[in-house]
C-alpha cells in the first residue's frame, strides 16, 4: 500500500505537470527523480534483508548495512535494472548519502520551484504550486512509512503472550468438558442397570444428557467460536 502511493505521487506529479503544458525535458526529469527513488528505496531495503543483495540469503538482522561497499554495489545494482536512470553528475552527488531516495525528493521539490519562477507552472502563490509540494510532502511520509514497516520490529510479545492465553483457555474448557463426561458415566450406568430391572419412572437421563450439552456448549462451541473471530 505504501510503495504504491509512493507511485502514485509520481503519476499525480505528471498529471499536474502535463495539465500545465511543462517542456517534456523537464516533466521526465520530475518522473525520473520520482522512479529512480522508488528503485533505490527497494535495493536499500534488500540490504536490510538479506545477506547478499538480489540474491535471497536470508538474515535477521545485519550491523553496518550503510558502508560505502553497499553503496557501492546498490548503484551496480541498479545499473543492472534500470540502465541509463541517473546522469554520471547525479550519481556522484546520490552517493554521498545514504539516504539518497530521500534526497532525491529534495531535488524535485527544487525544480517544481524553478518553474514556478521561471513560469513554467503556475507561481508559487497559487493553490496549484501548494498542491505540487503536497504531492512532495505525501512521497517523503509514504518513504517513512515504507521504512517503518520493514525496518522497525513487530510487538510479537503482545501477540505470544494471547496466543498463550487462548492455547491455556482450550486446555481449560476441554479438561473441565472431559472430568464431566468422566462424571456423568456413573449416572448412565445406574440408569441402565434401572432400565434392567424396570424402575422407569427412576431413570433421570434427560437430566444428564442436558447437563452435558450445556457443557458442551460453554467448553466446546464457544471457545471454537472465538477462535474462529479471533483469526479473522
Known sequence: KDFMELLDTVRWLQMQLTAFGVARELKDTVIRYGLLSAWLLILNLQQHCVKTLGEGDAESKQEGV?????ITHLWQQLDKIRP???????????MKYKD???????????????????GDIPPMTSPEY?????????????????????????????VHTLSMLVNLNNFINSTLFGLLLAKMMPHFTRDAAKLREGRVSEVRVSDACTTIWVAFCLNVVAPALYLTLFDA
Not at 550503510?66 to 553497499?70: A, D, G, K, R, Y
Not at 541509463?84 to 546520490?94: D, Q
Open 66 to 70: 550503510e558502508t560505502t561497499e553497499n
Open 84 to 94: 541509463n536512470m541517473v546522469s554520471p553528475k547525479e550519481r556522484i552527488w546520490l
Open 100 to 118: 539518497a531516495y530521500s534526497l532525491i525528493w529534495t531535488w524535485a521539490a527544487s525544480l517544481v520551484g524553478r518553474m514556478a519562477r521561471d
Open 130 to 158: 501548494g498542491r505540487m509540494l503536497d504531492i512532495v510532502k505525501t512521497a517523503y511520509a509514504s518513504i517513512r512509512k515504507i521504512r517503518s514497516s520493514y525496518l522497525l520490529k513487530a510487538p510479537f510479545i503482545y
